[in-house]
């Protein structure tokens, strides 16, 4: 018997609500410990949903540890680029997302502490700190040179790393001036990238877009 609108609706809605409900789950054990190794048990328990429930979403941990990844940094990066709507100019945008990253991350700890016991690896998988906006930003660079870099791929996985190892610094030294941190970054990438150092240093240090 084909189910009626109203059921179906209510259907997808509870299917979806058990996987946002996985997902948070596994962000919270990410952010915690960086354990994958909790059983499918414990996290269905922490979700409060059926272990069956589990199966219907995720073939398997890795997949859903991945699947909570994405979505810290599709959280993330969403964040960084609502203040950059207003830059017109790719580099300032590049420039904008770092020295903006340790300002968002402030906001949302439990996204930096995924993206720390996270490392490298997945986050270079394919994914980066950033909203695609900036892979844009870095190719219109590349394509108009502006940046001298060859492979936007490398640009980007410069930028992802930068960014870690500032949001590393920020977590581990927190006397430390994570703006001017973020400005001086945000000019050493950009020169790195090909810009003359008179530019580079003007573009990290423009006023930010208010309300950040």
């Not at 973020?182 to 000019?187: C, M, N, S, V």
Request: glycine residues 8%.
């Amino acid at each position: 018997m084909l189910m009626s609108a109203s059921t179906s609706n209510r259907f997808h809605r509870r299917r979806s609500e058990t996987r946002r409900a996985l997902v948070r789950a596994a962000r919270q054990i990410l952010a915690e410990s960086g354990d994958t190794g909790a059983s499918i048990r414990s996290i269905a328990e922490r979700a409060d949903v059926g272990l069956g429930s589990f199966y219907n979403h995720f073939p398997s941990k890795r997949e859903l540890f991945d699947a909570a990844v994405a979505d810290a940094l599709e959280e993330y990066g969403e964040a960084v680029e609502e203040h950059l709507r207003t830059l017109e100019d790719p580099a300032e945008r590049v420039a904008g997302g770092v020295r903006l990253s340790t300002r968002v991350a402030a906001s949302r700890p439990q996204i930096v502490q995924i993206l720390r016991y996270s490392g490298l690896g997945r986050i270079h998988a394919g994914r980066e700190l950033l909203t695609c906006s900036a892979r844009r930003d870095v190719e219109h660079c590349i394509a108009s040179g502006r940046f001298a870099v060859a492979d936007p791929a490398l640009a980007l996985a410069v930028l992802n790393a930068g960014l870690l190892a500032l949001l590393e610094l920020w977590l581990t030294q927190p006397e430390a001036d994570s703006d001017q941190a973020a400005g001086t970054l945000a000019e050493m990438l950009l020169h790195a990238f090909g810009l003359p150092p008179a530019e580079a240093r003007a573009l990290a240090r423009r006023p930010l877009p208010s309300g950040v």
